[in-house]
């Protein structure tokens, strides 16, 4: 079982996940202005074209995925992502109710929200979800949803990981071994593309039993997507179903735009 990573960010130049380096953008601008100072001015343009063109790797409007919890039976589910509208700078965030055992999402359960004031340098856009989150208190209250009870991870794609269609992976905890293939396929170009996706899942225990599920609707086209990827498969608090975290690829005049969905299925009784 992998470690749980925090919110990363999507490179447009290779549709790679990676973790955006702060560190490493304050260390090369440093690197820069001592350069200026012990070499002189001729080497400033050099520099600043190699700094600003490694800060473009991560343009593009990304949203962050946030868990948020189940309900104390585990059936229910509660999701949300945020981020910064890359044209605008305008702040924006949606959160999702899912009921778990149908795979759908419940009454009133999809929340959207885009501010329209812009944000400073510096601001990811997450006060957009804290805000939203306020406006869901009775939705989160009538279904007993818990910010604690996030689960338990199974997989998580690392930063820089190149995505696989076919996992196979075991939880040393319960001593289930998981067999997954993502199938996928799109049609269409530019703006008129649209793609599918579903899930073969085979699950087989410690004593050898396996079951074979099928998760998702393999012919429910997505307009304007692209791809799909797993990042993230999760455990609920009661282990009788998974929560299928999934990165979309969703096409955009200004590069490729980065947003999140569910895709859940009951795994035991």
């Known amino acids: ?3 749980p990573l925090e919110s ?9 996940v990676q973790r955006p380096n702060i560190l490493v953008g304050t260390f090369a601008f440093r690197t820069l202005v001592a350069a200026v100072n012990d070499v002189g001015r001729t080497i400033y343009p050099i520099l600043l074209i190699i700094f600003l063109s490694t800060a473009c790797l991560f343009a593009g409007d990304i949203a962050n995925f946030q868990n948020l919890g189940f309900s104390a039976d585990s059936r229910y589910f509660m999701f ?10 305008l702040p924006y965030a949606d959160i999702f109710f899912v009921n778990v055992k149908s795979n759908t999402f419940l009454p009133q359960g999809v929340k959207h929200v885009q501010f329209r004031e812009p944000v400073k340098p510096g601001n990811d856009g997450r006060g957009a979800l804290f805000n939203l989150l306020e406006e869901s208190y009775n939705l989160t209250k009538k279904y007993n949803i818990s910010h ?18 076919e996992l196979s992976f075991r939880d040393f905890q319960s001593g289930n071994k ?18 599918a996706f579903h899930i073969v899942l085979t699950i087989e225990d410690k004593s050898g ?21 797993i990042k993230r498969i999760i455990l609920a608090p009661d282990e009788k179903s998974l929560i299928f975290m999934i990165q ?16 859940t299925v009951v795994t035991g009784s």
Not at 150 to 165: C, M, N, Q, S, V
Not at 248 to 263: D, H, L, Y
């Open 209 to 229: 039993k396996s079951r074979n599920l099928v998760v998702g609707l393999p012919n429910y086209w997505r307009s304007g997507v692209r791809g799909y990827r």
């Open 148 to 165: 604690i009870a996030t689960g338990r991870f199974l997989y998580i794609l690392l930063d820089g990981e190149k995505p696989k269609a």
């Open 8 to 16: 990363c960010a999507f490179s447009a130049k290779n549709y790679q």
């Open 80 to 89: 949300g992502q945020y981020g910064i509208n890359e044209k605008t700078s």
């Open 1 to 3: 079982m992998l470690l």
């Open 178 to 195: 998981y067999n997954i293939t993502l199938s996928q396929k799109s049609r269409g170009e530019g703006k008129n593309i649209e793609a």
């Open 248 to 263: 979309k690829e969703e096409v955009n005049s200004a590069g490729p735009n980065i947003r999140f969905m569910v895709e």
